[in-house]
């Protein structure tokens, strides 16, 4: 018994003094690599050592789930690597398993989860707890595809996500923009509101003909950022919104989105199905898309640089549907990322992936297979490569790239979100009798639990 005892003893050391060896290595390989140590052939033969990258996403598109098996794994493996999609229903999923081994002892390169599809909340959830990789993304070879200039504005997007620093622990995929679109049949062009007060104005003529996703969906929740932003009462939009809960007081922000929320507020007599006593809010996409096609509604705002091309290729839009700018100076605009948390298994694998996918080779492919929009920056791409991606691009219709981003605007920060949904959800949906003042101090006070 006592022999038995000291051989589990030993192998349990042993095991130990193993995993210790692994952790070592996995960690001056990262060391080395964000102190700019490592060559590029260097992270290659190792993340051919490695053999496997688990790429952890949403399994929800038909269209991308293709595209990985066809284009991904087949480029990976000439790299010596074998792609392994892990298709999760929910991005918090996998940042749920990424801190759960983290907090259960699994440090460096013992962790399941090599690479993440994500942004917003869960970017900013891996970030407090100190679980992503480090600075890769402006060391990677394609990085040059990328804005990451702090002096130039269009570098935002790349170096904030949803008003949190990246600090280049993620790096950009894909980009959308919140983008409307109107039945040229059913509205005439000198009619199209560019402003919230040409919106409504139109609505008061033309009552019922308009409705927005039903927050706490992302896409209401835009829309509701979009009217706080264009009716900010200090006048400068988006800025103060990118602050964190711990940089805004409650009262501030009160005072900030209260124009905005009373402006909401005054639009549902107007919106569709209200002059029956409730407005109808549809739930998702598909249903907004539904009524719009069916004519109940005569514009249909959401995240879809490409929806109208789409729309009208598959017969999901009015055949007259055309995209326009709204609201003028507040159109979100953002782009989702690839991290790497920091206790990867296939550290280098995770490198040689995410290095690939801002290709404009994988770019474009994703693009024309998908129809996800670039996450690379076109001004900083070569002839070929600009116009490699414009090729695979289904086309905008009724406006052009450069009126797309003169009106961008950025998306709020990720600690105002639940603020402002919450605040939408009793304001609005509850019609609560309170002030806005107080219901955002409680939805501040829900915040601290």
């Known amino acids: 018994?006592?022999?038995?005892?000291?051989?589990?003893?030993?192998?349990?050391?042993?095991?130990?003094?193993?995993?210790?060896?692994?952790?070592?290595?996995?960690?001056?390989?990262?060391?080395?690599?964000?102190?700019?140590?490592?060559d590029w052939s260097a992270v290659e033969a190792r993340a051919g050592e490695e053999g496997t990258v688990n790429l952890y996403y949403w399994g929800g598109s038909d269209l991308l789930n293709v595209w990985m098996d066809r284009a991904v794994t087949p480029a990976?493996?000439?790299?010596?690597?074998?792609?392994?999609?892990?298709?999760?229903?929910?991005?918090?999923?996998?940042?749920?398993?990424?801190?759960?081994?983290?907090?259960?002892?699994?440090?460096?390169g013992q962790g399941s989860v090599d690479m993440i599809w994500l942004n917003g909340e869960n970017f900013a959830t891996l970030r407090r707890q100190d679980a992503l990789f480090g600075s890769f993304a402006p060391l990677l070879p394609n990085s040059a595809n990328l804005e990451w200039n702090a002096e130039d504005p269009r570098a935002l997007l790349n170096l904030r996500d949803f008003g949190v620093e990246t600090?280049?622990?993620?790096?950009?995929?894909?980009?959308?923009?919140?983008?409307?679109?109107?039945?040229?049949?059913?509205?005439?062009?000198?009619?199209?509101?560019?402003?919230?007060?040409?919106?409504?104005?139109?609505?008061?003529?033309?009552?019922?003909?308009f409705t927005y996703v039903k927050p706490p969906h992302y896409i209401g929740n835009t829309f509701v950022q979009e009217a706080i932003y264009a009716h900010n009462p200090d006048g400068n939009g988006a800025e103060p919104f990118q602050r964190s809960t711990d940089e805004i007081p409650a009262?501030?922000?009160?005072?900030?989105?209260?124009?905005?929320?009373?402006?909401?507020r005054d639009l549902e007599p107007?919106?569709?199905?209200?002059?029956?006593g409730t407005p109808r809010y549809p739930e998702d996409n598909a249903?907004?898309?539904?009524?719009?096609?069916?004519?109940?509604?005569?514009?249909?705002?959401?995240?879809?640089?490409?929806?109208v091309a789409t729309g009208l290729a598959t017969g999901s839009y009015p055949e007259a549907a055309t995209q326009f700018v709204f609201p003028e100076g507040n159109m979100i605009k953002n782009k989702n990322y690839l991290a790497i948390p920091a206790n990867a298994p296939n550290p280098a694998a995770a490198l040689v992936l995410a290095d690939w996918m801002t290709s404009v080779e994988?770019?474009?492919?994703?693009?024309?297979?998908?129809?996800?929009p670039a996450g690379i920056d076109g001004w900083m791409l070569d002839e070929a490569g600009a116009q490699s991606i414009a090729e695979a691009s289904p086309g905008l219709v009724g406006v052009t790239q450069d009126e797309l981003d003169a009106n961008?605007?950025?998306?709020?920060?990720?600690?105002l979100v639940d603020v402002i949904e919450a605040t939408w959800l009793e304001y609005i949906e509850r019609d609560s009798s309170d002030p806005i003042e107080t219901i955002v101090a409680r939805a501040y006070e829900n915040l601290s639990k």
């Open 76 to 108: 990976l493996a000439e790299k010596g690597v074998t792609l392994n999609p892990v298709r999760i229903t929910g991005t918090k999923d996998a940042v749920d398993l990424v801190l759960a081994e983290k907090n259960s002892g699994k440090g460096v």
């Open 287 to 307: 249903a907004l898309d539904g009524l719009f096609l069916n004519g109940e509604i005569d514009f249909n705002c959401k995240f879809g640089l490409y929806a």
């Open 1 to 38: 018994m006592k022999h038995t005892a000291t051989v589990a003893s030993l192998l349990a050391l042993v095991a130990a003094g193993a995993a210790q060896a692994e952790d070592a290595e996995a960690a001056q390989f990262r060391d080395g690599f964000l102190a700019g140590e490592t």
């Open 270 to 276: 107007l919106l569709l199905d209200a002059a029956g």
């Open 167 to 209: 600090d280049g622990a993620e790096v950009p995929w894909s980009g959308e923009q919140y983008v409307c679109a109107y039945n040229a049949d059913r509205v005439a062009a000198e009619d199209v509101p560019s402003t919230f007060a040409e919106l409504r104005g139109y609505l008061e003529a033309n009552t019922g003909k």
């Open 251 to 264: 009262e501030e922000l009160a005072r900030l989105i209260a124009p905005g929320m009373e402006y909401l």
């Open 362 to 372: 994988a770019q474009a492919s994703k693009l024309q297979q998908t129809g996800m």
């Open 408 to 415: 961008a605007a950025p998306d709020t920060n990720a600690t």
